[in-house]
């Protein structure tokens, strides 16, 4: 079974090949594993656990999907932005190798788009200095230059809002010029420990449909932080 996409993958990534118009479009996936499931053995409430389940984003238009990187495949020529892609994938080990985490997966058709929601129980401190790293990344890419295909795309950055009530989150995307190009959106936040990634690549997701789907993951991160116990 093909990953989304029928027909010849000329470009790595999901969305890509549907934007670039290689080969037919997106078609449902059967999930490796339910979305939510613990990847790393449990540490609290929330280790190995997701925030996002299939009620929270088909409103927007997602289903669960196979579990897979958002960028894969997407090669800056920068290298901050080569650095904030592997950070939004969570790819980076420094701090996040063997750490309890949990991965939902979700596609959308129509535009086309695939959305990851990562959460990371990180030893004290570690979270801070992911998010540390994540602003030199994004300060540091103010556009992104690539190749699609045969072709060279050019995203230009610009500020997405911060879901309310979180000081320690950066929430960044990209657009892409011209009509059908592809869009990143990136969202970052830290509640005590954990860390929380949602990230997107598609059509049409630097808009509010993706920070309200952040938003809402972040909400739910604080809500369980709120908990008696916790």
Avoid at 89 to 98: A, E, M, S
Avoid at 138 to 163: H, K, N, T, W, Y
Avoid at 199 to 207: I, L, M, R, T
């Amino acid at each position: 079974m093909s990953r989304f996409v029928h027909g010849p993958v000329c470009v790595a990534g999901v969305a890509l090949v549907a934007v670039a118009g290689c080969g037919g479009g997106l078609t449902p996936a059967e999930p490796l594993a339910p979305p939510g499931r613990p990847t790393g053995e449990p540490s609290g409430r929330l280790a190995g656990a997701s925030l996002l389940a299939p009620a929270d984003v088909q409103g927007e238009g997602f289903l669960p999907a196979e579990r897979q990187d958002v960028f894969t495949g997407l090669r800056p020529h920068d290298p901050a932005c080569a650095r904030m892609l592997a950070l939004a994938d969570v790819r980076r080990p420094d701090d996040t190798r063997g750490a309890p985490r949990g991965l939902a997966v979700f596609y959308r058709s129509q535009p086309p788009a695939t959305m990851a929601e990562h959460l990371v129980r990180l030893p004290p401190g570690a979270a801070g200095r992911y998010i540390t790293r994540v602003r030199a990344a994004v300060a540091g890419c103010p556009r992104i230059r690539m190749l699609v295909g045969p072709r060279e795309a050019v995203l230009d950055r610009a500020r997405a809002r911060r879901p309310a009530g979180v000081r320690d989150a950066v929430a960044v995307t990209y657009a892409g010029r011209g009509r059908g190009g592809i869009d990143l959106a990136m969202f970052w936040a830290r509640s005590r420990d954990d860390l929380l990634v949602v990230a997107a690549a598609g059509e049409a997701v630097a808009g509010p449909s993706m920070q309200r789907i952040a938003a809402r993951a972040v909400h739910r991160l604080q809500d369980e932080h709120a908990r008696p116990g916790r």
